[in-house]
């Protein structure tokens, strides 16, 4: 396992993870800021509890609305295969056991509107160490 070669090891992109509800009723839950409700419905966790993603990997907090299926250069989202509005972004994180970590942010960004996709971004504060290489000795 290469992930288990690093103290911090972080992932991130489109998992592709829907959330199983019809479309209308999922925008609703939008809407209304019913994301509770929502991620009810999301297959991610359930992957995840499964053991089918990322085994020790954890996803921050996330009190964003879904990152998927927006019409392009708007506000709206799409009705394309009459997919639900989902969090197919993710940023996903796993340490080495004891190390700390504190999510700074995680968020999705709503100004940038060139895609079906909302990019999401997340800020970490980490420990890290800092080995100075042996002085040498000069003799004169």
């Not at 992109?13 to 609703?28: C, I, K």
């Not at 056991?97 to 509107?113: A, F």
Request: charged share 30%.
């Amino acid at each position: 396992d290469i992930t288990a070669e690093a103290d911090y090891c972080f992932w991130m992109g489109d998992l592709n993870y829907r959330v199983e509800m019809p479309w209308e009723p999922a925008v609703a839950c939008v809407k209304s800021n019913d994301l509770a409700e929502l991620r009810k419905h999301d297959q991610f966790p359930r992957a995840r509890e499964n053991g089918q993603m990322l085994h020790n990997f954890w996803e921050p907090q996330c009190n964003f609305s879904p990152t998927y299926r927006w019409l392009c250069g708007e506000d709206e989202f799409s009705r394309k295969k009459e997919q639900a509005p989902s969090w197919t972004d993710r940023v996903l994180v796993r340490t080495s056991e004891g190390l700390p970590i504190k999510v700074l942010e995680y968020e999705k960004t709503q100004d940038i509107r060139t895609s079906d996709h909302r990019p999401v971004r997340a800020v970490f504060d980490i420990a890290t160490s800092y080995f100075s290489p042996p002085m040498q000795s000069t003799a004169i």
